[in-house]
């Protein structure tokens, strides 16, 4: 499963979040971590910290970023 979740991220085909969100909830059905184990992860600032790092990024290079305007050029 780990794998697959590696790869979706390779692949980009969606956001992080919602990749990282769904691997944390079919690490949640299938009984590789319980309740309170994926709860813990935000006691910790280093979750957090990464989780604003995606929103910044997704701010600064999202999709209203990626297309060239026509006057650029």
């Not at 590789?32 to 979750?47: G, H, K, Q, R, Y």
């Amino acid at each position: 499963m780990f794998a697959l979740i590696f790869v979706e991220f390779a692949r980009a085909r969606h956001a992080p979040a919602v990749i990282a969100a769904n691997g944390a909830a079919l690490f949640l059905l299938f009984g590789f971590i319980s309740v309170d184990e994926a709860l813990s992860a935000f006691s910790n600032e280093a979750p957090l910290t990464i989780a604003a790092m995606f929103v910044l990024s997704g701010a600064m290079f999202g999709p209203a970023h990626s297309k060239v305007s026509p006057r650029a050029c």
